[in-house]
Structure formats: C-alpha cells, structure tokens
C-alpha cells in the first residue's frame, strides 16, 4: 500500500508569512494527489486536485506543485482564515486512498 | 447544491453492529461513486471504502475489511455502511463523501455521524 508522509506535523506561522507543507508519496503517484483543508469541528473541504489544480472558490494565495513522490502545498501570504490542519491524499489506483497524517497551521 | 446528510451513529458495545446511511441530494447519485471516511477524537482522516455507482465494484481499506460492508440504493439515493464487530478503535466521526467520475480525490463531503464504541 501507498504511505504518504506530511511535514511538519505541526506548524507555527504568523499572518502574512510564506508557508509551505510537504508531503512524500511511498511510491509514484504521478500527479495524482489532492489537498484538503479542515477547521475545527468542522468538515474537510477540498483545496487542490491533480497536485495543482485549484478548487473553484478556493483564494488564489493557495498553490501546490509536485510529482511523482515529492508535493507540497504553499499558501502565499496566510490569512486568518487558514489556521487550520492540511491533509494531502494519494488517489493513484482505483483501490486505496491515503491520507497523510495531518499538517496542523496554528498561530505563532 | 450537493448535500450529504449521514445518521445511524450512536454508542455501541464491543462486537455489537450499527448501520450507518448517508441521504444525498442535489446531483445524479447513481453516476457517482461514494466512500466512507473516518476521524477518530483528535485523529487524522482514515479512508474506509468506495462503492460504485451502479455497485458493480467495492473497495476497502485493510482495518474493516471482513467487518464493514458498503451498500447503496440509488432508488433512494442513499449510501449505507454496515459496521460489524465492533471494536473501540472503530470509534470516530464518519464521513460519506462523492468523488468524481475517473480518478478522483473526495470533492464533497458530509457532516458526518458519531460512532462510539465502548462499554
């Protein structure tokens, strides 16, 4: 099975900084990764698909990249509105679907 | 607008079943496949299993298979995971989510339902 692996875990940052969240694949996932967002007690929503496609909704200062077994998420300029935990998500083969372990943005 | 409404949760013992049922609304449910995921108290997000639209194809994460069984009823528009012998660990929030047609990450995402294991 496909393993994904987020880092950090945990993630200090104040508004207005540069961020970026990695996650490695086990294995290739070609581009086949997504990137969800959830806040507390809330329900997680998807960001990013296909590694760098942007949801409809979804504020421009958030951007991913990658390919292969290397991806990260980068949010531009964080906003109030962002602290929140990141998950990246493997969708390689019609069979398994992987999270990652969490990336929790919290407020420096 | 795409709703998915999830029940069924509830405080169960060990080795005791629960069914679980998800209401969609506001897309064609019989084109899309749907899954299930999981969150336990303070965790991570856990894939459990994907059914196809028409149920010609299930899949399932190694933790429930042989436990859990995936269903739907597209007369009724609605998803359905059958949980048996369960155990603590099983307790979570538990989500019903649609994907999209091909390879597809979990584009909407319900509320979710509580499930508790304990006794």
């Known amino acids: 099975d496909i393993q994904m692996t987020q880092s950090p875990s945990t993630l200090s940052a104040s508004v207005g900084d540069r961020v970026t969240i990695t996650c490695r694949a086990s294995?290739?996932?070609?581009?086949?990764l997504a990137w969800y967002q959830q806040k507390p007690g809330k329900t997680p929503s998807l960001l990013i698909s296909k590694a760098s496609t942007l949801e409809s909704g979804v504020p421009s200062r958030f951007s991913g990249s990658g390919s292969g077994t290397e991806f990260s998420l980068t949010i531009s300029s964080l906003q109030p509105d962002d602290f929140a935990t990141y998950y990246c998500q493997q969708y390689n083969s019609y069979s398994t679907w992987t999270f990652g372990q969490g990336t929790k943005v919290e407020i420096k | 607008e795409v709703q998915l409404v999830e029940s069924g949760g509830g405080l169960v013992q060990p080795g005791e079943s629960l069914r679980l049922s998800c209401a969609a609304s506001g897309f064609t449910f019989s084109s899309y496949s749907m899954t299930w995921v999981r969150q336990a108290p303070g965790k991570g997000l856990e894939w459990i299993s994907v059914?196809?639209?028409?149920?010609?194809?299930?899949y399932y994460a190694d933790s429930v298979k042989g436990r859990f069984t995936i269903s739907r009823d597209n007369s009724r528009n609605t998803l359905f995971l059958q949980m048996n012998s369960l155990r603590a660990e099983d307790t979570a929030l538990y989500y019903c989510a649609k994907l999209r047609p091909g390879n597809s990450p979990f584009d909407c995402w319900g509320q979710g339902t509580l499930v508790t294991v304990s006794s």
């Open positions: 294995q290739s996932i070609s581009s086949w």
């Open positions: 059914i196809t639209g028409g149920s010609k194809s299930t």
